[in-house]
Every structure is written in C-alpha cells, then in structure tokens.
C-alpha cells in the first residue's frame, strides 16, 4: 500500500494459512501506526492463548500488547477511542466481526483484521472470505510447502483429530502446496460440525 485514503476508515485483511507471516504483517502495520503516533488497539479471542495471555505473538515471537475479547461487539466496545485497530486470528469471532468491522470502518477507523482464510480441510473459514469481500486493501500470505518448496496455500493437520482447530498445537500442522495438501478423509470428518469452535456457535 502505497498512500492511505484521508477522512475516511477502511478495512484491511491479512489472510493466508498457518506460518505464512499473518501476524508479523499485523504487527509491521501496527507497530508502524504507533510510530506515526496513532491510537492504536489490538485484540485477539479469547480462544488463543497460546504462549501470552495479554499480547500478540507471531511464530517468530514478535509481540505487542493486545486485549482479550469473547466477541466482536467487545472489540466495538473498546475501540471507540482508536485511529487503528488490529484484529488477530479473526476466524475465530464469527459472523457478526462482519457488521462490527463495516460499523467501525464507517467511523473513520482503520480496521486491519488477520486470519486463516481455509482451515485443516482447505474450506474457507467464515468470516474471512466476507471480510475480503467488503474489505479495501487485501493480502494474502503464503507460507513455503515443507515438501516441495513450493508456495503453500494450505495448513495441513498431520495428527488424528476431529476438533476444527487445535489452538496453540503448533507442532500439529505444516503449510503444504495445492499438489502436495493431502484433503482428510469424510468418513473421520461426520463430527465436525457438531464440535465447531467459538466460531459458529456466535453467529
Ligand atoms: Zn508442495
């Protein structure tokens, strides 16, 4: 992004797979903002609390201090007094950061959200694919296929589970290129959408 717009908020997204760089992005950007001394506010669901309870931290241990919220309308809450606001693992608040995000943008703020755009089964995870719809700016980032070396799209899950997401089991997934995704099996899949995270159970 070359200029930002003036008077006006927008929407960013960050999305791509798991070890793709997401939330380094989000905290070059954050961090940037802060600089230019900007008010800025950071969240993050509650569901994550791998490695830090009150902060982001990105795979290469980057951090920056960040507030902890159950669900979107907790972010409009606590943003009212923002210029920038940073959104980390956004697949996990629901359908209803849509009409947050679109509220807050419509308040002249900057609305950076960052998420995984498919989950382990290369389905693309709500509410990413509606945020990159009504968003301005978009980004998608690519992780490297630990086979081939390829540019990766996906997060593959290399253990047994029927959980949609395992938080924080970093050790359970590698980015994986389209040729070298191996999709799971249906027939171990018939409980997944009983067991939905967080995610579906706001919307
Ligand atoms: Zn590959």
């Not at 902890?68 to 309308?73: E, G, Q, R, T």
């Not at 947050?100 to 419509?106: G, I, P, W």
């Not at 997934?173 to 099996?185: G, I, K, L």
Request: with cysteine; net charge negative; hydrophobic share 40%.
């Amino acid at each position: 992004m070359h200029h930002f717009p003036h008077n006006t908020g927008w929407i960013e997204v960050i999305c791509g797979p798991m070890f793709s760089g997401k939330t380094e992005e989000l905290i070059r950007r954050l961090v940037r903002a802060q600089i230019a001394k900007l008010r800025v506010e950071i969240f993050k669901p509650l569901i994550d609390n791998r490695y830090s309870r009150d902060e982001i931290v990105s795979h290469s241990r980057l951090t920056i201090p960040s507030q902890l919220v159950k669900s979107p309308w907790e972010i409009f809450e606590l943003a009212q007094d923002a210029d920038v606001i940073g959104i980390d693992e956004a697949q996990f608040l629901g359908n209803e950061l849509i009409e947050v995000v679109q509220k807050l943008a419509d308040q002249n703020k900057r609305v950076i959200c960052a998420g995984l755009d498919t989950d382990y089964r290369g389905v693309p995870f709500d509410p990413i694919p509606q945020l990159l719809a009504i968003a301005e700016y978009i980004d998608k980032t690519l992780a490297i296929c630990v086979r081939c070396g390829n540019p990766a799209k996906h997060t593959q899950r290399v253990v047994a589970s029927r959980e949609l997401v395992l938080v924080g089991a970093q050790d359970a997934y590698e980015p994986r290129c389209r040729n070298c995704f191996v999709p799971p099996d249906p027939a171990q899949e018939t409980a997944v959408q009983e067991q939905l995270p967080l995610s579906s159970k706001q919307g």
